[in-house]
């Protein structure tokens, strides 16, 4: 008499030689898998085709099984019950919060942007969980200008932006638990030092734009040369970034405060540098040229030091004029930055401390950063350093040995 099953229990399955098929199980004529799931414990997982069938036979049993087991660990398919978020809706998460909480500068928001669009374009309907380092190579690849199926040929892009990419998809991955991007070797090198410019290089830019740089008549010399000067000394003798000075107006000068204060600034916070003698003399020299009263007044101020010729605005750049009185002065490997540089420089060699050197230049460490960079910057300041350690207790000086002469 054949045996009646229970439709509502499970039975474990045995193959064709009679033996027990670990985690197979069969239900009212559907085989299950039991399988343990993360976070889950073990569940029975109805094993099914991708057309919506199931198998028939203890061997189909067995090898939709196994074939499961394998998916479920190349993660190609996500456990029944487990709640899906896919790569473009984690970025949308992120996005919401992080503009809400709004701790970030626009500029960083829009580069953060920039590479999570490309991360949508390239798993965008991936689970966020299945995420992993193999992925993030295989988008760098693709960022860098390799074939990858299915998507489209980029323009290769630096190490750096790749890099910036990553950790901008590593803050949506954190918030969802995946840190797989944890240990992504940066593909940009370390940059290269800038090196220290002597100061005659300074005066030959200088000295080149007021004899060399053109106005929109094509006369030279012209006002837009020594305004130009006047720029790249003030930057020397300020440490102030690119952007900061293009934005400095008449009355960012404080004439009885003795200091000129920067307004728009890279961390938004506005900062003075005090006027040393050589700084107050440039500042002289631009008043004069320029035909102002050296007074601190609102009505006064709204005149830019250095406003376009074109229009009076605020000027985006300068590095196209640069780039001409570099090569006409002979100065290569230059930026505006070297002139921060050079003034930190200087500064530190003085020596003034790096707490100071740090307010004036906009650092929030406190000169941490300053001490690590700039604290080493040649021989002969560390010797002038030695020099200054005269405190301690009183020295008694060794006594004076005559050894004997042999007779």
Known sequence: MKETLDPRKYYK???????????????????????????????????????????????QAIAEMNALVIKLKEG??????????????????????????????PATLLREDSGLAFWEEFCGSLDVSKVTMALALEFAVWRRGGKVAGLP?????????????????????????????????????????IRLMDVSEIDALCETAEQTMENHSGQ??????????????????????????LHLRRGSVDWTAGHIRFDVTKNKKSRTVDMGPALRAHLEGMWLRRGWERVHSQEAGDALLFPSPRSEDVLVTWRKSLKGVMKRAGVKDFGFHHLRHYFI???????????????????????VLIGKVYGHLNN????RQADKLGFGPAVVPAPLIVLPQNA
């Not at 200087?346 to 740090?358: E, F, R, S, W």
């Not at 002969?380 to 010797?383: A, D, L, S, V, Y």
């Open 220 to 245: 030279a010399p012209s006002e837009y040369g020594q305004q130009f000067s006047d720029y790249l000394r003030l930057l020397a003798l300020t440490g102030a970034r690119e952007k900061e000075a």
């Open 153 to 193: 040929l980029l323009e290769a892009v630096a190490g750096r932006s790749v890099d910036l990419d990553v950790m901008a998809m590593r803050y949506v991955l954190k918030k969802f638990g995946n840190d797989s991007f944890k240990k992504w070797a940066k593909l940009a090198g370390k940059p290269r030092r």
């Open 13 to 59: 399955v045995r193959d064709d030689r009679n033996r027990l098929v670990p985690g197979l199980y069969k239900r009212n004529k559907s085989f299950y898998a039991q399988m343990r799931l993360p976070g889950k414990g073990a569940k029975r997982i109805p094993l099914k085709y991708a057309d919506g069938s199931s198998p028939k036979t203890v061997p």
């Open 76 to 105: 190609k398919v996500n456990a029944p019950g487990t709640v899906v978020v896919t790569v473009a809706e984690a970025i949308k998460a992120y996005q919401t919060e992080r503009d809400t909480l709004g701790t970030k500068a």
């Open 345 to 367: 420089s200087q500064c530190v060699m003085i020596p003034i401390d790096y707490m100071t050197i740090a307010a004036w230049v906009g650092h929030q460490d406190g000169g």
């Open 380 to 383: 002969e300041h560390r010797k």
